[in-house]
């Protein structure tokens, strides 16, 4: 079956500081990759996606994400984070092969120290 | 503006009474979910309906039903509520995988 595991429930980083967040997945597929953010009692906002092409992808307010299909991962990243990106993040898996839906990981709550 | 419009925002219910989350989409979009978001679980997968007139289970479909009443609308409904179904409900429309928008959610409280 398909799963999407992203290891850590939460995350404390101080502002200015670097972000790195995981996601791993199992998929029998070529599998479309997305990271979606939710700010506490909001919907949920694309910050990136992968389909095809180059691995590192760059996404909306500065994040970025590498696809790296030996290690079956899609980690997040920022160099530099904001408070303002204290959310929950989330890591969503599809695939052609496995209809049209999406797969979500459990997410990881994001704490930003001033 | 188009997308994707979900309603009540806000609903509590006692255990046993029913219901129906309304989804309405501009987007012309073939497939229409519900996924259900609670905590430490992320989103998943209640029903979904590929296109106007077909509707298939997803990964939580106990204790709910769908209707896929056009192009534009799908609904949810839960006949008999229970305690475990509170929960954020999301609608989402796609073009395809590679497409999705979500709805604003509903927030519902059985208790």
């Known amino acids: 079956a398909q799963s999407v595991t992203q290891p850590d429930i939460h995350i404390t980083v101080s502002e200015g500081a670097s972000l790195e967040l995981r996601c791993n997945y199992s998929y029998g597929a070529t599998p479309y990759l997305f990271w979606y953010v939710q700010s506490p009692g909001q919907g949920l906002q694309l910050l990136l996606k992968y389909f095809s092409g180059d691995t590192l992808v760059q996404g909306i307010k500065g994040f970025e994400a590498e696809f790296k299909r030996s290690q079956s991962s899609f980690n997040l990243r920022k160099p530099s984070v904001h408070w303002s990106d204290a959310a929950e993040y989330f890591c969503?898996?599809?695939?052609?092969?496995?209809?049209?839906?999406?797969?979500f990981g459990a997410g990881t709550i994001l704490r930003v120290k001033s | 503006n188009a997308g994707v419009t979900q309603t009540p925002k806000f609903q509590v219910l006692k255990t046993g009474q029913s219901m129906t989350l309304q989804c309405a989409q501009d987007?012309?979009?073939?497939?229409m979910y519900w996924y259900r978001q609670d905590p430490g679980m992320g989103l998943r997968l209640i029903y979904y309906s590929a296109s106007e007139g077909t509707t298939d289970k997803g990964e939580v479909p106990n204790g709910y039903n769908v209707s896929r009443l056009n192009k534009r609308e799908f609904s949810l409904r839960l006949e008999s509520a229970a305690p475990s179904q509170t929960s954020v409900y999301f609608c989402?429309?796609?073009?395809?995988?590679?497409?999705?928008?979500f709805g604003s959610g509903t927030r519902l409280t059985v208790v």
């Open positions: 989402a429309t796609s073009t395809g995988v590679r497409g999705y928008t």
């Open positions: 987007m012309n979009h073939n497939s």
């Open positions: 969503a898996v599809g695939a052609l092969e496995y209809g049209n839906k999406l797969v």
